[in-house]
């Protein structure tokens, strides 16, 4: 059994092994997610005890403090951290290692070094150190090892709808905890939806007063057997953002808030209906499914309701009037100081034109500006926010759509209807971020016989599929390649009502994601993998995740 951690002072993960040697070790001493570029494997063990000492540089004080912590739980000794040059264990800087995220972990029987150009290297390379613990008889050891490694990619993400599904923000944590533990970077936070407002907006109470929650929420698969007639509700002060976005950056995990426009804004409509092109016409109840207490609040003459299905709305911002604007820059000024992200994702999927053709002020809009359709007023919509923005230090992220009608000048696209509008991006010299519902998004099944798994979106991705995936198309030139920065995948959660229904359905798809952009594509192999991920799953069991079995059931 091997012996990791993955949160800092909640876990013990101790298990039994074959006898200690000091012979050569072997492969399956050395089981790292994702795989490292290059290692090599030496012979003796590295002990840790109570003699153990970590040190390093001042400015390495976060991470050196994150490895005592997990040592000490692995050895049951009180590892500390120690400012200055003593020790067995050193974390240091090293302007030498030409990747800003890579490291250099050198491991012998007496000492242990971890280099890193930033300290974010660094962290990574403790990441690796984390996996190679394990015991052997009655010794907690890391086996000998050189290691040199860089990611394939710069961006590394994993989103997480909070929108569809509340989540507390000890989940948040730990999923923060996954995305660092896997050598992965961003976090992209989905917090507005047709279903729910989850971000509080001090300036714009009704947000989270009435947009924070719907009366209930469809049963079964859409488009449903019944509503469940219980309010669904939450959100997240400014001030848990603030803890969130520190805690993440403790990690060197980057937030990314997406705030969704101009579709999927039905909470926000709910809460302020005038940013509807038609705020008198009640929310469409979908296939009658909607719960008694929300035809009550329309029957008495409450029009707008916070969405209780899923799909596709058709009451969306109005492009047409310029509160809409008013209020988004409102939202947006306030979101951006808590976000030291470069980005804000503004969504742009999704929207239908329906209530623009027929809104007089969106035809006026048009005319105006002399938009030849309603494809183009989106257009117009997006590079309106991004101009905003832009003045504000920040750029945008959109789904694809954002390339209709004509792409946003600094925008970066994520492609997740295929690759096609990746590559259409990439070879405007757009930056791309590849997230192909086929290959990464976790909201669909992970298995054929879909009649023994909980309810699903539909789809089927397996753990081998993500792991096969190539986030560089082939139909791109070498140069336009250099425009994917990396890939991501989406989790969205509107069959997800739980934490355990979370990590099952991103355990262990994420650990092969996590290779599929960190490690070199001619050097990635699924039988290899398969193997590796033997001893993820230990530790999977040891901290209670939840994940799917599929995978290891041979």
């Known amino acids: 059994?091997?012996?990791?951690?993955?949160?800092?002072?909640?876990?013990?993960?101790?298990?039994?092994?074959?006898?200690?040697?000091?012979?050569?070790?072997?492969?399956?001493?050395?089981?790292?997610?994702?795989?490292?570029?290059?290692?090599?494997?030496?012979?003796?063990?590295?002990?840790?005890?109570?003699?153990?000492?970590?040190?390093?540089?001042?400015?390495?004080?976060?991470?050196?403090?994150?490895?005592?912590?997990?040592?000490?739980?692995?050895?049951?000794?009180?590892?500390?951290?120690?400012?200055?040059?003593?020790?067995?264990?050193?974390?240091?800087?090293d302007a030498s290692i030409s990747s800003v995220e890579g490291y250099e972990l050198s491991v012998e029987s007496k000492n242990i070094v971890v280099s890193g150009n930033t300290a974010k290297g660094v962290f990574y390379g403790v990441q690796t150190l984390r996996q190679l613990i394990g015991k052997t008889n009655s010794d907690i050891t890391i086996p000998a090892v050189k290691i040199k490694d860089a990611p394939r990619y710069v961006y590394r993400g994993m989103h997480l709808d909070v929108a569809r599904h509340y989540f507390p923000v000890p989940f948040i944590k730990k999923f923060i905890d996954l995305i660092a533990m896997h050598k992965m970077n961003t976090f992209h936070w989905h917090l507005t939806e047709d279903q729910g407002w989850r971000i509080e907006i001090k300036s714009l109470p009704k947000l989270?007063?009435?947009?924070?929650?719907?009366?209930?929420?469809?049963?079964?698969?859409?488009?449903?057997?019944?509503?469940?007639?219980?309010?669904?509700?939450?959100?997240?002060?400014?001030?848990?953002?603030?803890?969130?976005?520190?805690?993440?950056?403790?990690?060197?995990?980057?937030?990314?808030?997406?705030?969704?426009?101009?579709?999927?804004?039905?909470?926000?409509?709910?809460?302020?209906?005038?940013?509807?092109?038609?705020?008198?016409?009640?929310?469409?109840?979908?296939?009658d499914m909607g719960s008694k207490k929300g035809k009550e609040m329309q029957a008495n003459g409450t029009p707008k309701i916070v969405q209780e299905t899923w799909g596709v709305m058709d009451d969306v911002f109005c492009a047409g009037k310029e509160e809409t604007f008013t209020f988004l820059e409102t939202v947006l000024t306030e979101v951006i100081p808590l976000f030291p992200s470069e980005y804000i994702h503004i969504g742009g999927d999704e929207c239908p034109k329906g209530n623009w053709k027929r809104c007089a002020n969106c035809q006026k809009r048009m005319k105006e500006e002399g938009l030849a359709d309603e494809h183009e007023l989106q257009s117009y919509f997006i590079q309106r926010m991004e101009k905003f923005l832009n003045a504000k230090g920040k750029k945008i992220i959109g789904w694809d759509e954002i390339l209709e009608g004509g792409l946003a000048p600094n925008a970066t696209v994520m492609s997740w209807r295929g690759e096609k509008g990746g590559i259409v991006a990439a070879k405007q010299h757009h930056d791309v971020i590849m997230t192909?519902?086929?290959?990464?998004?976790?909201?669909?099944?992970?298995?054929?016989?879909?009649?023994?798994?909980?309810?699903?979106?539909?789809?089927?991705?397996?753990?081998?599929?993500?792991?096969?995936?190539?986030?560089?198309?082939?139909?791109?030139?070498?140069?336009?390649?250099?425009?994917?920065?990396?890939?991501?995948?989406?989790?969205?959660?509107?069959?997800?009502?739980?934490?355990?229904?979370?990590?099952?359905?991103?355990?262990?798809?994420?650990?092969?994601?996590?290779?599929?952009?960190?490690?070199?594509?001619?050097?990635?192999?699924?039988?290899?993998?398969?193997?590796?991920?033997?001893?993820?799953?230990?530790?999977?069991?040891?901290?209670?995740?939840?994940?799917?079995?599929?995978?290891?059931?041979?």
């Open 1 to 93: 059994m091997r012996v990791t951690m993955l949160i800092l002072t909640c876990f013990l993960m101790m298990s039994c092994a074959g006898k200690y040697q000091q012979a050569e070790n072997q492969p399956q001493d050395y089981p790292v997610i994702p795989k490292p570029v290059a290692m090599e494997m030496l012979t003796g063990k590295f002990i840790l005890n109570k003699n153990t000492k970590v040190f390093g540089d001042a400015s390495l004080k976060n991470e050196g403090e994150f490895l005592a912590n997990v040592l000490s739980g692995a050895s049951g000794a009180d590892i500390q951290f120690y400012e200055g040059n003593f020790g067995n264990i050193e974390l240091k800087l």
């Open 208 to 287: 989270t007063s009435v947009g924070a929650s719907r009366y209930g929420t469809i049963v079964g698969h859409h488009p449903g057997t019944s509503n469940d007639e219980t309010v669904h509700s939450g959100f997240y002060t400014q001030e848990e953002v603030k803890e969130i976005v520190a805690y993440a950056t403790s990690k060197h995990v980057t937030v990314i808030p997406e705030i969704e426009l101009p579709g999927h804004s039905g909470a926000a409509i709910a809460a302020y209906p005038n940013l509807s092109c038609f705020p008198n016409e009640p929310t469409k109840i979908y296939n």
């Open 436 to 554: 192909p519902g086929h290959s990464v998004y976790f909201d669909h099944y992970q298995t054929k016989d879909k009649k023994n798994e909980p309810v699903a979106i539909g789809g089927l991705t397996t753990v081998e599929d993500v792991y096969n995936y190539n986030p560089s198309p082939k139909e791109l030139s070498a140069d336009e390649q250099k425009y994917i920065l990396g890939a991501q995948a989406n989790v969205w959660t509107e069959y997800m009502a739980t934490t355990d229904y979370v990590e099952y359905m991103i355990l262990p798809r994420m650990s092969a994601l996590s290779e599929v952009v960190w490690s070199p594509q001619e050097g990635r192999d699924w039988n290899d993998f398969s193997e590796r991920l033997l001893s993820l799953k230990e530790m999977y069991d040891e901290l209670g995740l939840n994940y799917a079995k599929h995978t290891f059931e041979r």
